[in-house]
């Protein structure tokens, strides 16, 4: 009696190649798309310290109508001393906190700078502070006051810091 050979089930090495190749493709092709929400994550979670440098800026603002021009007229430590988990530095100048983003931040934006400014109304001191976050417009009524020194790619920006908004 002559046996009959069923043929080999499964993949061969050649098909698991090819599979394991085009997986690799599609997730390469799909990295860019999650980069962008994870770093605008990364300067939300920033909020913590970044406030610390808005509260110092809007008392002194309340108290004497004028804008500290730097770190130690606005009783904060150096800017090198003022840090988070994914904050660098916070600078003050003129009123205008520059953070400049490092320590276990994204590659993407180390290095990089995001300039929140104080937006006051001149003429009425006791209204508070608004802040203009980046590429942001300045609220009707008020002017924003210090140098944006943006840096981050608007792709990266929270949508209250990006024009238009």
């Known amino acids: 009696m002559a046996t009959v050979r069923k043929p080999a089930r499964g993949f061969t090495l050649v098909e ?3 599979a ?7 997730a390469t092709l799909a990295l860019p798309s999650f980069q962008g929400p994870m770093v605008r994550q990364q300067i939300v979670d920033s909020s913590s310290v970044i406030n610390v440098g808005k509260t110092a800026v809007s008392s002194k603002w309340t108290a004497t109508q004028k804008l500290p021009a730097d770190n130690a ?3 904060l430590p150096d800017s ?18 520059h953070v400049v983003f ?8 180390k290095g990089k700078t995001l300039t929140f400014r104080p937006a006051v109304v001149d003429s009425a001191p006791m209204v508070p502070v608004a802040w203009v976050c980046g590429h942001a417009a300045t609220p009707d009524k008020m002017s ?4 944006n020194r943006t840096e981050v ?5 929270p949508l209250n810091c990006r024009a238009g908004n």
């Open 16 to 18: 698991l190649l090819v």
């Open 144 to 147: 924003a006051k210090g140098n």
């Open 73 to 75: 007229e606005a009783g």
């Open 153 to 157: 790619d608007a792709k990266y920006l």
């Open 20 to 26: 394991v190749a085009v997986l690799a493709i599609l």
């Open 102 to 109: 490092g320590n276990q931040v994204n590659g993407a934006i």
């Open 80 to 97: 090198d001393k003022l840090v988070g988990n994914y904050v660098q530095s916070i600078t003050v100048e003129g009123g205008a906190l």
